[in-house]
């Protein structure tokens, strides 16, 4: 069975820090990762996906995420965080390209 | 653009009331999901669809029924509404063109509240 495990349920930085969001997996099979943005009283937003292309992925709004196979680790990344990033990120997993897992969320804060 | 419609943003009922959430998508996706979202605990799977009249259970199916007459549309049944079943129900559709990672495209969300 597949599992997601986000570390840290709360995540704050200040404006123009680096933003980082840990999400580790488990899973049987190779998977498919996703990261998911939800901003308040709002469904879930995709950011960005892993393709077996690249490890390095590149999201919306200045998003990234590297997928590093050994570590079982998909983490999301930010060189700057902006005010308009405070929201909750989900990271989930597919291993059938169909039902998602998610993990439990991680609600980041920016700080002005 | 995707567009996946839940018919509801916020929805009040009574315990032991039969509860509809209606979903509707607009890209002729195969699949669709109904999840629940409560603090702490991320999105849990409640029910999935992979085609009209088909369904499969998720992680946590007790207490729910589904209904999928037509391929847009997907509803989520609370048979006998409890207490337990105040959360923030959400819809998902997906593209499936076989074992590739294509997302799922999410409605704003239901809020139901049981009295």
């Known amino acids: 069975a597949q599992s997601v495990t986000q570390l840290g349920s709360h995540v704050s930085v200040s404006e123009g820090a680096l933003v980082l969001l840990r999400c580790n997996y488990s899973?049987?099979?190779?998977?498919?990762l996703f990261w998911y943005v939800q901003y308040p009283n709002q469904g879930l937003q995709l950011l960005l996906k892993?393709?077996?292309?690249?490890?390095l992925v590149k999201g919306i709004n200045g998003f990234e995420a590297e997928f590093k196979k050994s570590e079982t680790s998909f983490h999301l990344t930010k060189p700057s965080a902006h005010m308009s990033d405070a929201a909750e990120y989900f990271c989930?997993?597919?291993?059938?390209?169909?039902?998602?897992?998610f993990g439990s969320g991680t609600r980041l804060q920016v700080q002005p | 653009d995707v567009k996946v419609t839940q018919s509801s943003r916020y929805l009040v009922k009574r315990t032991g009331e039969k509860v509809f959430l209606e979903c509707v998508q607009d890209?002729?996706?195969?699949?669709m999901f109904w999840y629940r979202q409560d603090p702490g605990l991320g999105l849990r799977l409640i029910y999935f669809?992979?085609?009209?009249?088909?369904?499969e259970k998720g992680d946590i199916p007790e207490g729910y029924s589904v209904s999928r007459e037509k391929k847009e549309r997907f509803s989520l049944i609370l048979e006998s509404a409890s207490t337990n079943q105040t959360s923030m129900y959400l819809c998902?559709?997906?593209?499936?063109?076989?074992?590739?990672?294509?997302?799922?495209?999410f409605g704003d969300g239901t809020r139901l509240s049981i009295l």
């Open positions: 890209m002729d996706h195969e699949n």
């Open positions: 669809s992979y085609d009209v009249k088909m369904k």
């Open positions: 899973s049987s099979v190779p998977p498919y």
């Open positions: 989930a997993v597919s291993d059938n390209g169909r039902a998602l897992t």
């Open positions: 998902a559709s997906s593209l499936y063109t076989g074992p590739t990672n294509q997302p799922q495209h």
């Open positions: 892993y393709t077996s292309a690249a490890t």
